[in-house]
């Protein structure tokens, strides 16, 4: 593929670091090296010396003084070795890219951060780009300031409607499209797996079909997936990703450690075509260098510790955990939403996403009225492209909330719609 056409010159002008290039060099370096460039600090006057971190499941992870070092110290913008390694393996074990030799992965801030960057790699004022809505909100606050035109894919109980992908595309041709360095779309983004904010995942049918779409018109698909882990069901069952399928070199996954981990710890990882990789690279030697070392160490300690079986034993009572929140959130809900609200039962993640018949936005009364009822929720409309219409659905999180405050929220909540319908 031909990558450049897809990079604004903003990015194309980002040269590498001659700095961050040298200290690459120490990574397996020989104890011969004298290493006299870069301004390394000199570990010894940092006032850490080691640390044991306690797991819950009663065992320790010690960083001694050696470890102790790379957690302070500078790093190589990619990643901690030890941890790019290990995401190498598992990337390859659950996703299987078929272009492999062609695919770079690098370690990111989250994975909000690699989105950041990437957006701002492939996207100009003014441009094109075609998305899931409702879409994540994180992602619509990196992409207004570039004022995009955003084509708006509408999604169902089964994640984004591909005929729907077809319309919006449909005032192109692909052979008009397909290879033009003009403002045409170039960028599709998607959440496919437990989508923030609908709770529902792409069936494995919509996600070839896209896939067939995005080649049609040679559209990078950007794919966001921090639920991936999130999906209730067994993991020999879950459908499989973009990436596994990228015969073409055509996408960009973002994986995160935040709904598995720790959100706090800021360790997430962007695995696609090297040079759309590198581009990114180059962003992140001139912005956080590098994502936080001690963080790095910590997971490629955890990892290691755990071993693979014992990591996806960790992922599985994650599932576990917010499948029973689902539950108890879709019971409160068939208690007092009945006939006020419409929902799809997620499959995954942290969300569910309530349609209300009968009120026509529920902007105001999220944001003027709730609050007086004791419950908080976000109104739908932050997650259009046009934040300005009225959107009569909103998000209700079961991440942290008890199954009695669910109850009492919503008993709350069906009081607030009631007292909507007669204004
Ligand atoms: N994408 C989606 C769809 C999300 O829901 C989130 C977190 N809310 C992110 C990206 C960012 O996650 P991270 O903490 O890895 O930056």
């Known amino acids: 593929m031909n990558y450049s056409r897809y990079v604004t010159t903003l990015s194309q002008n980002r040269q590498g670091s001659l700095i961050r290039e040298m200290t690459s ?68 074990k659950l996703h299987s890219p078929p272009c492999w030799s062609d695919t ?37 606050s990196i992409l207004n300031p570039y004022k995009p035109c955003y084509l708006t894919v509408s999604s169902d109980h089964e994640g984004m409607r591909p005929e729907a992908l077809r319309e919006a595309l449909a005032q ?25 904010p609908t709770g529902v995942s792409l069936t494995e049918e919509r996600r070839r079909e896209i896939y067939r779409i995005a080649s049609d018109y040679n559209l990078i698909i950007l794919e966001d997936d921090p639920y991936y882990f999130v999906q209730f069901g067994d993991m020999k069952d879950f459908p499989p990703s973009f990436l596994s399928m990228d015969i073409e070199g055509r996408v960009l996954r973002f994986d995160s450690f935040s709904k598995v981990l720790s959100s706090g ?5 962007v695995t696609g075509p090297k040079p759309l990789i590198q581009r990114v690279l180059l962003h992140m030697q001139v912005s956080i260098l590098h994502a936080p070392s001690v963080s790095q160490v910590l997971v490629s300690e955890l990892l290691k510790t755990w071993g693979e079986e014992g990591f996806f034993n960790h992922t599985h009572s994650v599932q576990e955990f917010y499948l029973k929140q689902r539950n108890a959130m879709v019971a409160a809900a068939e208690k007092h939403l009945t006939g006020l609200c419409e929902w799809a039962v997620p499959t995954g993640g942290m969300f569910l996403w309530l349609k209300l018949p009968n009120v026509p936005d529920t902007w105001d009364m999220i944001l003027k009225r709730a609050l007086k009822k004791n419950i908080v929720l976000v109104p739908g409309r932050a997650f259009m492209c046009d934040s300005s219409k009225p959107c009569n659905y909103m998000r209700a999180a079961f991440s942290i909330v008890t199954p009695d405050q669910m109850d009492t929220g919503f008993k709350n909540l069906a009081e607030l719609i009631h007292e909507e319908m007669q204004r």
């Open 25 to 92: 060099l120490l990574t397996n370096a020989s104890p011969e090296l004298v290493f006299m460039a870069g301004g390394l600090p000199n570990p010894h006057m940092f006032p850490f010396q080691a640390a044991s971190v306690t797991l819950k499941d009663g065992r320790a992870l010690t960083l001694h003084p050696k470890l102790m070092t790379d957690c302070l110290q500078y790093g190589p913008t990619p990643g901690y070795p030890p941890l790019v390694k290990q995401l190498k393996d598992l990337t390859q």
């Open 265 to 269: 710890i800021r360790v997430g990882y």
């Open 172 to 196: 192109w041709r692909p052979e008009d499209v397909k290879d033009s360095d003009g403002n045409v779309p170039k960028v599709l983004y998607i959440n496919p797996n437990a989508c923030n």
């Open 104 to 140: 770079e992965l690098i370690v990111t801030a989250g994975s909000q951060d690699g989105l950041c960057k990437a957006i701002e790699m492939m996207i100009n004022p003014g441009d094109y780009f075609v998305t899931q809505e409702p879409c994540y909100t994180g992602t619509l």
